[in-house]
């Protein structure tokens, strides 16, 4: 399976086909490190939805995972706010069996729809908490800077580790 799709451009500026190709191959680096080489992702060109920086979701076939990114993308700091946010969504990955196990297993076998309504809110809140606090750790162990200069160029990571330390977990990545 191919590392960007092919589809209608809806960005505004439009995502090039160059910078897709970048975040395919920035997050290739981040899934091996992961321990996950067999998983694909597809760079959508269809934006996530408005109120995130980038979505991720397990596509229809096994370890291929579609990756859409904000509108305001090629606006973003590469250091500070791009790479954070690949590897946030990368490790959302990490739990898609367990996720798939939840929604479709316990809440629609067992806890029926009120189940879904109530529980399924304090669950997404969870996973994304338990991935902003595993999304600084990779940040600090992942050679991420060398990563980002092969991908972006020697610019991209010349600031250092400070600027995402900053960023905390108030962002909603996805």
């Known amino acids: 399976m191919g590392g960007r799709a092919v ?7 439009p995502l090039a086909y160059a910078e897709i190709d970048r975040v395919y191959s920035f997050t290739t680096h981040v899934l091996r490190a992961l321990g996950m080489p067999q998983w694909r992702l597809q760079v959508m060109t269809k934006p996530c ?3 995130s920086y980038a979505d991720i979701t397990p596509g229809e076939m096994k370890h291929v995972g579609e990756l859409r990114l904000a ?11 791009r790479i954070p946010t690949l590897v946030h969504e990368c490790l959302h ?7 798939h196990l939840w929604s479709d297993e316990m809440c629609g076998k067992y806890l029926g729809t009120r189940g879904v309504i ?6 997404e809140r969870a996973i994304e908490m338990w991935v902003d606090q ?3 750790v990779m940040l600090a162990l992942l050679p ?5 200069e ?9 600031q250092g580790l400070e600027s995402w330390r900053d960023l905390g977990s108030t962002q909603d990545h996805g």
């Open 7 to 13: 589809g209608k451009r809806v960005f505004d500026p």
């Open 118 to 123: 109530e529980l399924g809110p304090l669950w």
């Open 71 to 81: 509108p305001a993308w090629m606006a973003m700091d590469v250091e500070a706010e």
């Open 93 to 99: 990955l990490t739990h898609a069996e367990l996720t």
């Open 144 to 148: 991420w800077e060398d990563w980002a």
């Open 49 to 51: 939805r408005r109120t």
């Open 134 to 136: 595993q999304t600084q």
């Open 150 to 158: 092969e991908v972006w160029g020697p610019e991209a990571a010349a």
